[in-house]
């Protein structure tokens, strides 16, 4: 998982037919972290590969289309009655349960000082040797972050899109991370003695080190053992029945739709209605 408060939120939802409001925080939020991410872009972009941009931009393109053709934009979650047990305030308050535990938020902090701001400094004020290798790591992590604000806390997003997010991103620098690592150990190597090696270099095999650590045992571990079992349950992650034609998924009616979100809604009330008698 990237770098995005997992902590309580809070989806307003006043009725069965009412629409979920998307939090306030979302859209300054996105907007001002591409605005920063165009201008990191625009300013390193001699160092970044045209084909990591193309997946910054491609891949959240997918996940956008995915969830609107394949989930509906999460329709049956959005559409369950409140008394709903699972519904989709209960489902938008906790996106995961010890996000506000201390060692979680130590975690988190953490991830933000090796990912975010150590990778920043390091290339504002690191020769260029140094910071090169840094800067494609930082740029992909940074879209990932961006993708999180947008999606975790975002009602009309289903939670396997949500799940994708930090799984894609996360997969796809692994390679970038090793190279980084490769790139600041062979920047130490060209000199004939440590005593030699210049502070810069150092540091620099150091962060990359931590980072294909940190960021391995994050994708391995904790995004695919810790948290997706927990976030994608069948019923937090409920998704509509389609139709497939030729690999192309066609939603099955309306109504069967609204009749899947009030499945539990009716047994809930034949549970009260016995209960009552």
Known sequence: MGLVNLGKGKVVQTSKESQPLLPSFIIPAAATQTFLAVMLVYKFQSFI????LLFCILYPTYLILANHFRF??????????????????????????????????????????????????????????VAESAISPLVVLWTQI????????????????????????????????????SASLSNVSTYAWPA?????????????????????????????????????STSLCESPEVEWNMGIPHFKSAQSLKSKSSDVDGGNMKQKLARAA
């Not at 590969?49 to 990591?52: A, G, L, Q």
């Open 196 to 232: 030699s090696v210049p502070t810069s270099c150092w540091f620099g095999l150091a962060l990359s080190t931590i980072n294909v650590i940190f960021w391995t045992a994050n994708t391995f571990g904790f995004i695919l053992f810790r948290w997706a079992p927990e976030l994608l």
């Open 72 to 129: 509906g934009n999460n329709i049956v979650i959005r559409q369950r009655h409140s008394s709903h047990p699972s519904n989709i305030a209960v489902i938008m308050a906790n996106i995961y349960s010890e996000a506000d535990t201390l060692w979680f938020m130590k975690y988190m902090a953490f991830a933000t000082v090796i990912g975010v701001f150590l990778p920043l400094a390091t290339m504002f004020l690191a020769p260029v040797e």
């Open 146 to 181: 961006t993708c999180e604000t947008v999606a975790m806390r975002n009602p009309y997003v289903h939670r396997y899109i949500a799940f994708l997010i930090p799984v894609g991103f996360s997969v796809y620098r692994q390679s970038m991370l090793f190279d980084w690592f």
């Open 49 to 52: 590969p045209i084909r990591h």
